[in-house]
């Protein structure tokens, strides 16, 4: 099982981002899959999350910016990230919930900067 974020990197107030989190190893569409991120000194939030019929919800802090999307032909899901701010870097990570066993994983991280 396995987990990989991609699409991190440096980029500068108001640009956008887009990650992208390919699954491996499990039934992708029977998992509720979520994003988070944990900026330095703070604890780990919810980003957002997508179900398996692709209703989503999102933090406060980014409804409005961010979009979560998943192919489940492609075993991926993905965040598509705008008007990014300073107070979005963190590191992101991809999380998958397995539907009625409530079984977890996580991806490694993949670092998002926003600074000028």
């Known amino acids: 099982v396995q987990l990989v974020e991609s699409g991190g990197g440096l980029v500068q107030p108001g640009g956008s981002l887009r990650l992208s989190c390919a699954a491996f190893?499990?039934?992708?569409?029977?998992?509720?899959m979520g994003w988070y991120r944990q900026a330095p000194g703070k604890e780990r939030e919810l980003v957002g999350s997508?179900?398996?019929?692709?209703?989503?919800v999102y933090a406060d802090s980014v409804k409005g910016r961010f979009t979560i999307s998943r192919d489940n032909a492609r075993n991926t899901v993905y965040l598509q990230m705008g008007s990014l701010k300073p107070e979005d870097t963190a590191v992101y990570y991809c999380?998958?919930?397995?539907?009625?066993?409530?079984?977890?994983?996580w991806g490694q991280g993949t670092q998002v900067t926003v600074s000028s």
């Open positions: 190893g499990f039934t992708f569409s029977i998992h509720v």
């Open positions: 997508i179900t398996i019929s692709s209703n989503t």
């Open positions: 999380n998958a919930r397995r539907i009625g066993t409530g079984t977890k994983y």
